[in-house]
């Protein structure tokens, strides 16, 4: 019979096979729920990689990275920190990039001449620069406003309703329709034609950038480094330019016209658009 130490070792080998069983099985068991989790992420990512490329998770369109950056970059100006500026918004960020457009002002100076000058813009030429000057047009910023300097003796400088000569809309932009002035082969000065004949318009902020601000030259200017980018050409009412021109300015100020000159309106339309019934 059995010794009583040798049924104890015997009952202590038979629990610790029961407990390597035991251990054994939940080792079974525990890899057999992770192989079903593992399964399981396996195919679920397999769906996402799919969807993926099938598009499925897109929110939208992703951008082209071919895409053209916008046509126009506008400035922002606060007015808060620009007091002679005025909010009017932003033009449209890519506008049209052909095509031409009529500026029509309605010029008033009193004794010193008034009526109707009209200008053709063309829009190839500088196509941010047409949309600003169509943008404020519509927005009525021209409107009553004064022509406050004459500019180098040469131009009639407007566009600027606080009249300071740093005013201007919530915006500014780079123009890109500087004149070349002519030169000879090496590069020297070649004189002839004017950089800015009588009859130009263009842009003429006072802040080295362009703004609202513009020229209406009614004598010929060629300076030594054009910095006013061209707006178009008068093809009416270069007179009317003239005689206010040459009333001259005030005493006081002399490079303030002698009469005060206002805009009476200013549009910009487009001659090929079907006319509005």
Known sequence: MASTKTRQRKLERDRYE????????RQGR??????????????ALIGVGVGWLAGFFESGSDPDPLAQPDLCTWLPRDPADHPDRTDVGTPQTNPPSAGARTITLELDAGSAGAGQVTVTMDVAEDPCGA?????LASQGFFDETECH?????VALRCGDP???GQGGPSYAFYGDNLPVPPQTEDG???????TYPAGTVAFGDTVGENGSQFLLFYEDY????PIHPLIGTMTDGLSVVEEIGAAGGTEEEPTRPAEQVL???LTVTDPAAAPTQ
């Not at 949309?131 to 943008?135: G, L, N, P, Q, R």
């Not at 300097?149 to 003796?153: A, D, R, T």
């Open 18 to 25: 029961r407990k390597l069983v035991r251990q054994a099985q």
């Open 30 to 43: 525990r890899r057999q729920v992770q192989a079903g989790i593992g399964a399981f992420l396996a195919l």
């Open 131 to 135: 949309a600003s000057m169509e943008h």
């Open 149 to 153: 300097e004459l500019f180098e003796g």
């Open 162 to 164: 606080s009249g300071s």
């Open 188 to 194: 020297a000065p070649a004189g002839g034609e004017p």
């Open 222 to 225: 060629s300076p030594e480094n």
């Open 263 to 265: 805009i009476r309106s």
